[in-house]
């Protein structure tokens, strides 16, 4: 499946007892989140997004990075439908957003209120942090996070 992105949703418990066996109803469940034509399109900007981070950006992945909150999965910079969001965990469904000043213009707020909506309509919720937020209030952004990893 080269050019797809996707991810295994669901943990299957596989190997939990000697006697164990995979059943329908065991098999992971996979959530595409680009088709393959989306995804060719937009990996080399995402591959650059990930390379060249807002320091807002730097500072929020060293918290989500490796399962740092509530053992969540976060991927940066994942291509969701014809979207790149700066941060999401496929299994809770949570996509993370950084805001800087350029979101503060009229065209960009009615962009962002249009692609939040596309992005909500899939099943994903949708955080927005200021990129201040990130270095005045980090533990209120943590714990905001925190809260909306259930299981929707």
Same mark, same amino acid.
């Given at each position: 499946? @080269?050019? &797809?992105?996707?991810?295994?949703?669901?943990?299957?418990?596989?190997?939990?007892?000697?006697?164990?066996?995979?059943?329908?109803?065991?098999?992971?469940?996979?959530?595409?989140?680009?088709?393959?034509?989306?995804? !060719?399109?937009?990996?080399?900007?995402?591959?650059?997004?990930?390379?060249?981070?807002?320091?807002?950006?730097?500072?929020?992945?060293?918290?989500?990075?490796?399962?740092?909150?509530?053992?969540?999965?976060?991927?940066?910079?994942?291509?969701?439908?014809?979207?790149?969001?700066?941060? @999401?965990?496929?299994?809770?469904?949570?996509? @993370?957003?950084?805001?800087?000043?350029?979101?503060?213009?009229?065209?960009?707020?009615?962009?962002?209120?249009?692609?939040?909506?596309?992005?909500?309509?899939?099943?994903?919720? &949708?955080?927005?942090?200021?990129?201040?937020? @990130?270095?005045?209030?980090?533990?209120? &952004?943590?714990?905001?996070?925190? !809260?909306?990893?259930?299981?929707?």
């Amino acid at each position: 499946m @080269v050019g &797809v992105s996707f991810y295994i949703v669901r943990s299957c418990g596989i190997g939990e007892g000697e006697d164990s066996a995979m059943t329908e109803d065991d098999k992971p469940s996979i959530a595409f989140t680009s088709s393959s034509d989306q995804w !060719k399109t937009l990996k080399p900007f995402a591959r650059d997004m990930r390379r060249i981070p807002t320091p807002a950006e730097n500072r929020l992945w060293e918290q989500l990075r490796n399962r740092g909150i509530s053992a969540a999965k976060f991927r940066r910079q994942h291509a969701i439908d014809g979207f790149i969001v700066d941060f @999401v965990c496929v299994e809770y469904k949570v996509i @993370v957003e950084l805001d800087g000043t350029i979101h503060d213009q009229p065209a960009q707020k009615t962009y962002d209120e249009a692609r939040q909506q596309q992005l909500e309509e899939r099943g994903f919720r &949708v955080l927005r942090f200021r990129n201040e937020q @990130v270095f005045e209030n980090p533990g209120d &952004v943590i714990e905001a996070i925190r !809260k909306a990893l259930v299981l929707p």
